[in-house]
C-alpha cells in the first residue's frame, strides 16, 4: 500500500523520527519491500536481465550486518492478491506501467522493472543463510504489525502505512537504515546499525496531540494505493483546511491541512459524522460504510506469527477461498514459501499477471515461450473444477474450433493471464492441460504428495518434453538442462549456438564460484578453476562497450528465464521430485550479453576456459547434454532447419480474426496451446 505523498511529507520533518542504535534485538522485516530496495538500490543491472550473483552478494551483507550487530530478523512476505479483489485494478495499473517502463529501459532511457527471478534469488539467499520467513495468504502489512507488537520491535520496510499502524516499537523506515555504515562502541565491544524510527507520538503530538486512532480515517480520506473514493471531493472542496506552512506544495498543504481538521476531534465517530455532513444525503449511508471498511485495514490482524515462526503451526486465519480450494500441503507449503504466490492466485482466482520484462516489444511477449508448462500447471490446479453457467456465455469459440457444445464448454478449465502485447497489457483466457501419471488420473491436488517420486519424474519431463542425459552433471543441474532443451524448441527468434554457449559460460562461472567459495574448500580448489573464473568474471567490464542493447538477444534470454521460473513452479507443485536449480549464481545479464558478444567476435570457448580441466568438462558436459536433444543440423547456419518444424509441430498458429489479437498456439494435449479470446486491457 502507500499514502499518497505521506513518505515525502514526513522525510521533510524529522521531528517525527527518533534517532536510535540497533542492536540486540528482534526486527521484522517487510520481505517484498526489502528485495525491491536492495536491488534498486545497489547499482545492479536492470537492462540486461538480472544480476543475481551482485543481488545474492548485497542480500549476504545486509543479513552479515544484521548478525554482527545481534538483530535477529523475521521475514515476513506478501502472498497471493485479496480475494476481495479491491486492489485489482491498482495492480492492473503497475503492470501497465511496468511494461512501458520496461520498454523505456531497452531504449536506453531509465526505469526500474526488477528482473524476473530476483524474488526467487532472494528466498534462497535466506534459506541458505537459514533466515527465519514466512510467506502469508495475501498481503502481509497486518500480520506483520500483529508480529512486531507481540514481539515490541521494530518494523523494517518502506512503506507509509506503516505511519498509520500503532507500532509499540516503531517503524525504521530502509532509506534511513544505515546497514552499510555499522558502528562500534568506544570499547570494540559491540556493534549497531543507527536508524531513525518513525514514532507516531511525535507525529501525533506534532498536530495539537491528535488521536492516534483517527489516523486509519486520515488515510482513507487522503487516498492510499487503493482507495480513490471521487466522491469525497465534495467534502474537500467545501473545509478549508489550514496548513502551517504556506510553502509547502499542494499534496503537503492537503496533508497538514487534513491532519489539523482531523486533530479537532476526539475520535473517528466524531470526525466521520462530519465529513457526511458535507455529502449529499442520498451517499450517506454508503459513504459511511465505505470509510468504516476501509479504516479496517489498519487494524492489527489476528493472525498469530510468532506462533509460527516457534513451533510452524497454521494459525485458523487461512482465507475462506483459499481453504475451500488447497489442501493442507499446499497451505504448508504457501506458508514456508515452497509455493509461490502466482500458484494460489491460479487456484482461487484463476487469475495471474506475468511479469514485464526488458525484451523486444515488437515481438510476442517472452512468457509465450514457456505457456505450455504453465498450461500443465493450471490443468493440476484446477482439475476438478467446472465453468460455472454463468460462464457459458462469454465466449462458445476455442480456436481451430468453430464452436463448443454446452456440455463440453463446461469441461473446459481455464486461467486469464494479464500479459504483454506490444506496449499494452493484454487479458488471455487461456486453457488448461490435464495430464495423466502414467495413465493414473490425479482427481485431487490433495493425492498429488502420494504419487510416486518416478511418476511425478516421467510426468515433468514428459511436459518439458526431453530425454537429455544428465547423469554426469551436479543434481542441481538436471532441471536446469531439461529446462534449456525446452527453451530451445519453444524459442522465437530462434536460439543459435553462441546464444547457448553463452548461456552455459554464464552457468559454469557460477559453478566455479560455488567450487571456489564453499566453505571449508581450503586450497583444494583445482588452481586454474580461479584463473579461469577471473578471466570469465572480468569480462563483465566490456558491458560498457556493447553501446544499445540487442533487444532480440535480451528477448531470447528472458524466454529463458520465464522457462526457467515456470519449470521451476512445476517442479514445485509436483513436491520437487528434482533438486530446484541454485539459481542465486546460474544467471547474470551483463555478463551473458558479454558471453554473447565476445563468441560473436570469433573468441571460443576452449580459450575461454584454458587452463581449468574442471570447467572445460563441465561446459562440455552441459553442451553435450542439451546438444544431443536437438536435430544434428539445429544450429547451422543458413535457412532454418526442416527439422526444427518438427520441434514446435505441436504448436501450429491460428490467426485470429481480430487484427488487434496476435494469433495463438492452440491448446489441449494434442492440439496443446488453446486459448479462449482475449483482450487488451484498457
Known sequence: MGIHGLMSYIGENHQFFNNIKLQNTKIVIDGNNLFHRLYFDSGLDLKYGGEYDSFTDTIYKFFEALSLCNISPYVVFDGGCDCSDKKFETIKQ?????????HTISRGGRGTV??????????????????????????????????????????LTLDSDFCIFDLKAGYCPLNYFKWKNITSLKDHSDFYISAQCFSIENFCNHFNHLNKALLPLFAVLNGNDYINLPFMENFFTRVHFHARTSS?????????????WLAEFSEPKEAIENVLKHLKQSELEKVRAVLY?????????????????QNKEIGPHVPTVLANKAPEWI??????????????????????FLHAQVENNRRSSSHRCSLYIRQVIYGLLISEETFPDATLGLSAKLAGKASLSTEEFGKVHYVQEYDRHEQTLRKINIQAVGKSFNSVKIHSLQRLPEISILDRTHFLLETLEVKADVHDLPANLHLTVYITCYWIAQAEPKVTLHHLQALLLCIVTGEL???????GNGNSTENGSEMVYERLSQLRQKVQQMGNLNVDVAHIFCQWQSCLLMGIYLNQLLCCPLPTPDITRLYSGTLIHCFYQELKSMASTENLLEGSQAAD?????????????????????????KSRGKLKKKQTIVTSTDKGHQGLPLGNDANRFAALPNENCA
Request: charged share 20%; glycine share 2%; proline share 5%.
Open 617 to 641: 568438462e563441465m561446459y562440455s558436459q552441459l553442451l553435450h547434454a542439451v546438444t544431443a536433444t536437438v536435430p544434428a543440423d539445429f544450429f547451422s547456419t543458413g535457412k532454418k532447419s
Open 94 to 102: 503497475r503492470a501497465k506501467e511496468k511494461i512501458l517502463k520496461a
Open 513 to 519: 564460484h560455488k567450487l571456489i567459495y564453499k566453505p
Open 248 to 260: 509547502a506544495g499542494r499534496k503537503n498543504t492537503r496533508i497538514q491541512g487534513l491532519l489539523n
Open 293 to 309: 471498511y476501509h479504516m479496517d485495514e489498519y487494524i492489527q490482524s489476528e493472525v498469530d506469527l510468532a506462533m509460527y515462526f
Open 114 to 155: 526488477l528482473p524476473l527471478l530476483a524474488p526467487e534469488v532472494f528466498k534462497q539467499v535466506l534459506m541458505q543463510l537459514q533466515v527465519p520467513f514466512v510467506q502469508c495468504h495475501s498481503e502481509a502489512d497486518r500480520d506483520i504489525v500483529a508480529l512486531a507488537n507481540q514481539w515490541n520491535c521494530p518494523v
Open 331 to 352: 497451505l504448508v507449503a504457501l506458508l514456508k514459501g515452497e509455493l509461490a504466490p502466482f500458484l494460489s492466485d491460479c487456484l482461487t482466482l484463476r487469475r495471474t
